[in-house]
């Protein structure tokens, strides 16, 4: 099986199949967010026996993320046809209620893609905090169009999301990745009290901060970012410059800027996944890393137990993977009975994206 091949630890990371085409379809204009476009991905022989629409999570790259882009490939080597929308949004780091219109409008456009297979409901996939979207689409926007659905990383409560990111809860430390802190000050801007001119000096650097270390395993380590963020901050007023260096992380005041932060807020309301995910109609698969370190495995297993019958979900734990479908180079496991656990989950989550697509 192609998707086995290349999603497996025996396959490096890097290598990217041959023999698919990558294309681009316009996604027509909406009221909040104007026109978008979205990238698709197709075997180069025209044998597909199957459809995703892939949901991104929040990435300034979206589907040209080089992880993710490899991901679609793989699909596209395997057969699959893969529909990957630049939400707006999510390019700006944003949670923002506007997504909702977003994906509707771009899953219709999928809809009437010529590349997708007739006669039956395609399926749909998402990674981090897409799932709130691939969640709105199955549960309460398109249910009965919608003929398989994966959550791969996703979230059940957004506040529990940003305190673990923010290392300000008890599964924080020492598993978190550290470069995610500038996502949630990006999300919490409306709570800051501080002038609107360093406001927004402070996400201008934190923009140019995540466009220079996300993607780079090597900026995990403290010195290597805590640079990054040294030289932008010398470009900034010194209000400016403290509250940057505390959206990244780099403060004693880090947790405490943002709790005032989130206390201002309103409860954003839309971002609870639980009303949607109760009308969920199609098989759910919720795929999570063990080890992942932007949204830890506990929201996997609460989505597990919100899951409606209905949904016959499917909790699938994996250790070869992160918070990306990208597996470890090694599989990194020396008992017998551990590997063996592993490898049949692995051949769950390729035969959950595998129905999901060909339903």
């Not at 497996?8 to 978008?36: C, I, L, Q, Y």
């Not at 398989?148 to 990111?165: C, I, N, P, Q, T």
């Not at 990006?186 to 800051?192: M, S």
């Not at 505390?246 to 609870?272: E, F, H, I, K, N």
Request: net charge positive; with cysteine.
């Amino acid at each position: 099986m192609d998707l086995g091949r290349w999603l497996g630890p025996w396959t490096d990371g890097d290598r990217v199949p041959g023999g698919v085409v990558r294309g681009e379809v316009a996604v027509g204009a909406g009221p909040a967010s104007g026109a978008m476009r979205a990238a698709t991905w197709l075997p180069a022989s025209g044998e597909v026996r199957g459809a995703l629409f892939v949901v991104p999570g929040l990435h300034p790259q979206g589907p040209d993320d080089p992880r993710f882009a490899r991901f679609l490939a793989v699909l596209a080597a395997s057969g699959i046809a893969a529909f990957s929308p630049y939400l707006p949004a999510f390019l700006r780091v944003r949670l923002e209620p506007s997504l909702l219109a977003d994906v509707e409008r771009a899953f219709a456009a999928f809809e009437a893609w010529p590349a997708r297979p007739r006669g039956r409901r395609p399926g749909v996939m998402s990674i981090s905090f897409g799932s709130r979207l691939a969640l709105h689409l199955a549960g309460v926007h398109a249910p009965d169009r919608v003929g398989g659905l994966v959550l791969f990383g996703g979230y059940s409560d957004w506040r529990e999301a940003m305190a673990f990111a923010l290392g300000d809860s008890a599964d924080s430390a020492p598993s978190r990745d550290p470069l995610n802190t500038p996502a949630v000050f990006l999300n919490l801007v409306e709570g800051l009290d501080v002038p609107a001119r360093d406001r927004g000096a402070a996400v201008d650097a934190w923009r140019r901060y995540i466009d220079a270390t996300w993607g780079r395993p090597e900026m995990k380590l403290s010195a290597a970012h805590a640079a990054v963020a040294a030289e932008l901050a010398a470009t900034l007023t010194p209000e400016a410059a403290d509250l940057f260096l505390s959206g990244c992380g780099l403060r004693p005041d880090t947790a405490t800027v943002a709790r005032a932060a989130l206390a201002r807020l309103d409860d954003r309301a839309w971002l609870d996944p639980r009303p949607a995910l109760a009308g969920v109609r199609a098989p759910l698969a919720i795929v999570h890393g063990a080890d992942d370190d932007v949204i830890p495995i506990a929201h996997a297993r609460a989505l597990h137990r919100l899951a409606p019958a209905t949904s016959r979900a499917k909790l699938l734990l994996t250790g070869l993977y992160g918070h990306t479908a990208h597996a470890a180079p090694a599989l990194g496991l020396r008992r017998a009975p551990a590997l063996a656990r592993e490898l049949r989950t692995m051949v769950g989550i390729l035969g959950a994206l595998s129905r999901a697509a060909a339903p």
